[in-house]
Nanobody, 117 residues
């Protein structure tokens, strides 16, 4: 059974930093694409950042230059380093794992990030 366990969310003041982690229990972790999504109240879930099996990355325009996604294949864990946080970054953040060769995808339970002004 695939499990994704997120941690690292919390309350931070604007301009501060947080680091989210997502530990993934899945075979052949290194082959999967990974991503972070977020959903603010009353809004649709949106892509924040993604990283492919070869380390290629993609970011939403709103977080470029502030957030960094990374992966540690030895630990089957993905990370999202968030710097210079803004109140508009407040949302529930979800990690996602998916296989580019098929349709399987898996989600974490979500972790709350709140940025106060």
């Amino acid at each position: 059974q695939v499990q994704l366990v997120e941690s690292g969310g919390g309350l931070v003041q604007a301009g501060g930093s947080l680091r989210l982690s997502c530990a993934v229990s899945i075979s052949y972790f290194s082959r999967y694409s990974l991503g972070w999504y977020r959903q603010a109240p009353g809004k649709q879930r949106e892509l924040v950042a993604e990283i492919g099996a070869f380390g290629n990355t993609n970011y939403a325009d709103s977080v470029k230059g502030r957030f960094t996604i990374s992966r540690d294949n030895a630990k089957s864990t993905m990370y999202l380093q968030m710097n210079n946080l803004k109140p508009e970054d407040t949302a529930v953040y979800f990690c996602k794992v998916w296989a580019t060769w098929g349709t399987n995808n898996y989600w974490g339970q979500g972790t709350q990030v709140t940025v106060s002004s």
